[in-house]
């Protein structure tokens, strides 16, 4: 008999990262999200849930292969009410096959798992407490934003809520009991938590459920959650590292918890539920630091389901993955969400290494113990590739040099792990330095200038000694923001036709509320505990966005989720603070291009006044749907609804950024295409304002905006233009890119949008 095969995924964490890995077990039913055309539903039945349970009921009985049968209540897992037409079930194929002809029947996709992409970020994005996005948006006040993750800890001092005022009374949301929590535990700032396993529990109906809550025994949710709203917290730090006060984006907005992703493993059937209950308690927006790769729109149960959220006028931020540097390996390439890109702060983390002539040295560490200021003897041991050598060492400072190869860093910090010591000093290049600064044993990391004045200094010494002071945190990096290496590259697989990711906030080291009894490093051989944790990952950048989101809905609550996307997106930097085009670590330090960081880096206080911005109806997500030739049935099962107005397909969203395919590989040597886009802007600044066009030259292309001067009379007015790119129907190199700003002629806006030439093909 053949067994289907469902793949259960878990979550480690490591060091800073969090890791994935999936084992394979054989079960004999599987999950899967089924769509149901509501107006095919008898008038005998009083409501969607009892005519779902009769469907199944009948496709049990019908199920000839069914040798124990169980009853439809067990196979009906969720009967959802916003984010899909239908239910989530636990059937056999053969029940599958038997449901397929039942009265109604639409489409279904099987459950997935899900990828989770794992103090001083606010005063980065420049927010400030007396001008600008923080007070004008009263520090998000009232903005309720529902966060899709791992739970919380209630008890975080970033949950309190001293100084808030009631909970809105539109409010639908609950606090739900469960093992280890209660609704004592929420207040005005956590103001739901509510938590979502029956299709986990489907999955494998023998499985433990560690903690039966909204209670986080991860810490990835206590920590993107207070990212997005956390509050003011005095004398936080990781270990001494990033000291300072804590705080969220939007530290006045409320929070929800929907817990969704569990130690056990993440079910799209858990989370699309998630997402369904947030949009009845009523949230504003949506963060989900979590995706799938490599799924069509119709067939990925959280475009689906967030298209029901814009419906609703809910804005959904969403995190790349951390697959990059490839290009090609971002998920949540959706057209109605935000999808971030993770960059560097202007901060590190680090020691000093004092020689014994008084010589000072910088270097990077995160050694989260505590080290004596004594002077030891330091040695310099080459490689350190020689164990029996290292093992010889007793009560040094070992220095060791990378060769550049690769796994060299790797091989050396196990072997000093190994051989054990007093401290040992990395004179290194690697890239992947950030994975090694959480050292177990006190460690410190050097550029090879710096290592090479530390080895000239051991070399000519006949006595040479040093000590380390560890726990520096060091502001004002120059050059900041970068793009990390790890964040997902575009094109999106599943519409490549709108450029993707959106945005770029930070994700690397970023402090945050941490659960106090999970371990967040280790001193030696012993687990050390933490009230606030460094973690990196596009999990850490989308609740940035989700915060800043939540800033722009408070001061313009009726704008679309496009609007407020557009006014990120078209305000964003291109430039670091060293004034050069912000550089890309998985790229070699070449200036970022649009499919590594999308528009730019995000600037919340700009984002406050753009100007102009690129709005989208839910008929023009419908037009796009249409112009990609999905059939009728995929188009349903997006937008629940049968009667789609499919007069106007169109490939072209309104979108701020642009995106051209010159890919045709059969085409005559320099032979030449155009790619032609329309665009309609609204004028949302107080007034009358003429813009004019520029675009940055883009060697080998020809782009044309026409008209090239927009004159607005009044507020809200809108205009509309096209830009035309003329290029080689084959380019010749993979990316070229460049910018069409808008400006006014006073200079109060400048309207930014990328515009990407490429000869990538998404393979299908
Ligand atoms: C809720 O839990 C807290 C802490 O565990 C406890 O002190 C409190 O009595 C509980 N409240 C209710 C209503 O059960
Ligand atoms: C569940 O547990 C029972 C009893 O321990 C065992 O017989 C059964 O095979 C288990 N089922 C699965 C799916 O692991
Ligand atoms: C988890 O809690 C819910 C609600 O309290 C309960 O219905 C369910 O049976 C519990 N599940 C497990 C596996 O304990
Ligand atoms: C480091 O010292 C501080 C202050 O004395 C202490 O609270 C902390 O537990 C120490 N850390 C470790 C890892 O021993
Ligand atoms: C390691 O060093 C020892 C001396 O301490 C030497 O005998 C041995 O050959 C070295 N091993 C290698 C692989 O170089
Ligand atoms: C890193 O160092 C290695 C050897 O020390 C060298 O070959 C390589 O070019 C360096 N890489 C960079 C990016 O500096
Ligand atoms: C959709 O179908 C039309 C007509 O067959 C075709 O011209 C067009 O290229 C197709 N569009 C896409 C995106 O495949
Ligand atoms: C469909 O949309 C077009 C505009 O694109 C409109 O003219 C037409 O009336 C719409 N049809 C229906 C049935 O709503
Ligand atoms: C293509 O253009 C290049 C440079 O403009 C020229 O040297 C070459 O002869 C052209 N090839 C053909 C087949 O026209």
Same mark, same amino acid.
């Given at each position: 008999?053949?067994?289907?095969?469902?793949?259960h995924?878990?979550?480690?964490?490591?060091v800073?990262?969090?890791?994935?890995?999936m084992?394979?077990?054989?079960?004999?039913?599987?999950n899967?999200?089924?769509?149901m055309?509501i107006s095919a539903?008898p008038?005998?039945?009083?409501?969607?849930?009892?005519w779902?349970?009769?469907t199944?009921?009948?496709?049990?009985a019908?199920?000839?292969?069914e040798t124990?049968?169980?009853t439809?209540?067990?196979?009906l897992i969720?009967?959802?009410?916003?984010?899909i037409?239908?239910?989530?079930?636990?059937?056999t194929?053969?029940?599958?096959e038997s449901?397929k002809? *039942?009265?109604?029947y639409?489409?279904?996709?099987k459950?997935?798992?899900?990828?989770?992409?794992t103090t001083? *970020?606010f005063?980065?994005?420049?927010?400030?407490s007396?001008?600008?996005?923080?007070?004008v948006s009263?520090?998000?006040?009232?903005?309720i934003?529902g966060?899709?993750?791992?739970?919380v800890?209630?008890?975080?001092?970033?949950?309190?809520?001293?100084g808030?005022?009631?909970?809105?009374?539109?409010w639908?949301?609950?606090?739900?009991?469960g093992?280890?929590?209660?609704?004592?535990l929420?207040n005005?700032?956590l103001?739901?938590a509510?938590f979502?396993?029956?299709?986990l529990i489907a999955?494998?109906?023998?499985i433990?459920?560690?903690?039966n809550?909204t209670?986080?025994?991860?810490?990835?949710?206590?920590h993107?959650?207070?990212?997005?709203?956390?509050t003011?917290?005095k004398?936080?730090?990781?270990?001494?590292?990033?000291?300072?006060?804590?705080?969220?984006?939007?530290?006045m907005?409320r929070?929800a918890m929907?817990?969704a992703?569990?130690?056990?493993?993440?079910?799209?059937?858990?989370?699309?539920a998630a997402?369904?209950?947030a949009?009845t308690?009523g949230?504003?927006?949506l963060?989900m630091?979590?995706g799938?790769?490599g799924v069509d729109?119709y067939?990925?149960?959280i475009a689906?389901?967030t298209?029901?959220?814009?419906?609703?006028n809910?804005?959904? *931020?969403?995190?790349?993955?951390?697959e990059?540097?490839?290009?090609?390996t971002?998920?949540n390439?959706t057209p109605?969400v935000i999808?971030?890109?993770?960059?560097?702060?202007?901060?590190d983390?680090?020691?000093?290494?004092?020689?014994?002539?008084?010589?000072?040295?910088?270097?990077?560490?995160?050694?989260p113990?505590?080290f004596?200021?004594?002077?030891f003897?330091?040695v310099?041991?080459?490689?350190?590739?020689?164990?029996?050598?290292l093992?010889?060492?007793k009560?040094?400072?070992?220095?060791c040099?990378d060769p550049?190869k690769e796994d060299?860093?790797?091989d050396?910090f196990?072997?000093i792990l190994?051989?054990g010591?007093?401290?040992? @000093?990395?004179i290194?290049n690697?890239?992947?330095?950030?994975v090694?600064?959480?050292s177990?044993f006190?460690?410190i990391?050097?550029?090879q200038?710096?290592?090479?004045?530390v080895?000239d200094?051991i070399k000519s010494?006949t006595?040479?000694k040093?000590?380390i002071v560890?726990k520096?945190t060091?502001?004002?990096?120059?050059p900041s923001p970068?793009?990390?290496?790890y964040?997902s590259?575009?094109?999106? /697989?599943?519409?490549p036709?709108v450029?993707?990711?959106?945005?770029?906030?930070?994700?690397?080291?970023?402090?945050?509320?941490?659960?106090?009894?999970?371990a967040?490093?280790?001193?030696n051989?012993?687990?050390?505990?933490t009230?606030f944790?460094?973690?990196?990952?596009?999990s850490m950048a989308?609740?940035?966005?989700?915060g800043?989101?939540?800033?722009?809905?408070a001061?313009?609550?009726?704008w679309?989720?496009?609007?407020?996307?557009s006014?990120?997106?078209?305000?964003?930097?291109?430039?670091?603070?060293?004034g050069?085009?912000i550089?890309?670590?998985?790229?070699?330090?070449?200036p970022a291009?649009?499919l590594?960081?999308g528009?730019?880096?995000?600037?919340p206080?700009?984002?406050?006044?753009?100007?102009?911005?690129?709005d989208a109806?839910?008929?023009d997500?419908?037009d796009?749907?249409c112009g990609?030739?999905?059939t009728q049935?995929?188009?349903?099962?997006?937008t629940?609804?049968?009667?789609n107005?499919?007069?106007?397909?169109?490939l072209?969203?309104n979108?701020?950024s642009f995106?051209?395919?010159?890919?045709?590989?059969?085409a005559?040597?320099? *032979?030449?295409? @155009?790619v032609e886009?329309g665009?309609?802007?609204t004028n949302v600044g107080?007034?009358?304002f003429?813009y004019k066009a520029?675009?940055?030259?883009?060697n080998g292309l020809?782009?044309?905006?026409?008209?090239?001067?927009?004159?607005?009379?009044?507020?809200y007015?809108?205009?509309? /233009?096209?830009?035309?790119?003329?290029?080689?129907k084959?380019?010749?190199?993979?990316v070229?890119?460049? /910018?069409?700003?808008?400006e006014?002629?006073?200079?109060?806006?400048v309207?930014?949008?990328?515009?990407?030439?490429?000869?990538y093909k998404?393979?299908?």
């Amino acid at each position: 008999m053949a067994a289907d095969i469902t793949k259960h995924l878990y979550v480690y964490c490591w060091v800073s990262f969090c890791v994935l890995f999936m084992f394979i077990k054989l079960a004999k039913s599987d999950n899967y999200i089924v769509h149901m055309d509501i107006s095919a539903m008898p008038k005998a039945f009083s409501n969607q849930h009892t005519w779902y349970l009769a469907t199944l009921s009948s496709v049990s009985a019908k199920s000839k292969a069914e040798t124990n049968p169980t009853t439809p209540f067990s196979k009906l897992i969720y009967t959802y009410n916003h984010v899909i037409q239908g239910f989530s079930a636990s059937l056999t194929p053969a029940e599958l096959e038997s449901l397929k002809n *039942s009265p109604g029947y639409v489409s279904s996709v099987k459950d997935r798992v899900v990828k989770v992409d794992t103090t001083h *970020s606010f005063e980065f994005l420049d927010l400030n407490s007396g001008t600008g996005a923080w007070p004008v948006s009263s520090f998000g006040k009232d903005v309720i934003v529902g966060v899709i993750d791992t739970g919380v800890w209630p008890e975080s001092e970033s949950f309190n809520d001293d100084g808030m005022s009631d909970v809105p009374s539109r409010w639908k949301g609950e606090c739900e009991s469960g093992t280890q929590f209660n609704s004592s535990l929420c207040n005005k700032k956590l103001i739901g938590a509510r938590f979502f396993n029956k299709g986990l529990i489907a999955h494998n109906s023998n499985i433990t459920i560690s903690m039966n809550s909204t209670r986080d025994t991860e810490g990835h949710g206590t920590h993107t959650s207070t990212t997005v709203a956390g509050t003011y917290v005095k004398d936080a730090s990781y270990f001494g590292y990033a000291p300072g006060t804590a705080r969220g984006m939007a530290p006045m907005a409320r929070v929800a918890m929907y817990k969704a992703l569990w130690e056990e493993g993440a079910y799209t059937t858990d989370i699309i539920a998630a997402i369904d209950q947030a949009i009845t308690d009523g949230v504003d927006v949506l963060s989900m630091s979590l995706g799938l790769d490599g799924v069509d729109l119709y067939e990925d149960p959280i475009a689906i389901a967030t298209f029901a959220a814009i419906e609703k006028n809910i804005f959904v *931020s969403t995190s790349a993955g951390n697959e990059g540097p490839d290009v090609e390996t971002l998920h949540n390439g959706t057209p109605w969400v935000i999808t971030v890109a993770a960059g560097t702060m202007d901060r590190d983390f680090g020691a000093t290494l004092i020689l014994s002539n008084k010589v000072s040295i910088n270097g990077l560490a995160q050694y989260p113990g505590n080290f004596t200021s004594t002077e030891f003897p330091i040695v310099f041991m080459d490689t350190c590739s020689n164990k029996t050598e290292l093992s010889k060492i007793k009560q040094k400072i070992i220095v060791c040099q990378d060769p550049g190869k690769e796994d060299s860093l790797d091989d050396q910090f196990n072997n000093i792990l190994a051989a054990g010591n007093i401290a040992a @000093v990395f004179i290194t290049n690697s890239s992947s330095v950030d994975v090694f600064v959480q050292s177990p044993f006190p460690a410190i990391f050097l550029v090879q200038k710096d290592g090479d004045t530390v080895v000239d200094f051991i070399k000519s010494n006949t006595d040479p000694k040093a000590s380390i002071v560890f726990k520096k945190t060091i502001l004002g990096i120059k050059p900041s923001p970068r793009v990390t290496s790890y964040t997902s590259r575009g094109p999106s /697989y599943s519409c490549p036709l709108v450029l993707k990711p959106d945005i770029m906030a930070p994700g690397d080291s970023v402090l945050a509320a941490w659960p106090p009894n999970i371990a967040a490093a280790r001193v030696n051989q012993d687990l050390v505990f933490t009230n606030f944790n460094l973690l990196s990952g596009t999990s850490m950048a989308c609740p940035h966005v989700s915060g800043i989101a939540a800033l722009l809905k408070a001061v313009y609550p009726n704008w679309s989720p496009a609007a407020i996307r557009s006014a990120l997106m078209t305000t964003s930097d291109q430039i670091d603070n060293t004034g050069s085009p912000i550089k890309d670590i998985g790229g070699n330090l070449r200036p970022a291009d649009p499919l590594a960081m999308g528009a730019g880096h995000v600037n919340p206080n700009k984002a406050l006044n753009p100007g102009l911005i690129y709005d989208a109806t839910v008929q023009d997500y419908v037009d796009l749907l249409c112009g990609l030739n999905f059939t009728q049935q995929q188009i349903k099962t997006i937008t629940k609804t049968s009667s789609n107005n499919c007069s106007n397909p169109s490939l072209d969203l309104n979108y701020p950024s642009f995106i051209a395919f010159f890919n045709d590989r059969g085409a005559k040597p320099n *032979s030449t295409t @155009v790619v032609e886009f329309g665009r309609t802007v609204t004028n949302v600044g107080d007034g009358s304002f003429t813009y004019k066009a520029n675009v940055t030259p883009i060697n080998g292309l020809k782009v044309t905006v026409e008209p090239d001067t927009l004159v607005f009379k009044t507020k809200y007015e809108k205009k509309s /233009y096209k830009l035309s790119i003329e290029g080689p129907k084959q380019l010749h190199k993979a990316v070229l890119f460049g /910018y069409l700003t808008w400006e006014d002629s006073g200079k109060e806006h400048v309207v930014t949008s990328p515009i990407v030439a490429t000869s990538y093909k998404i393979e299908k």
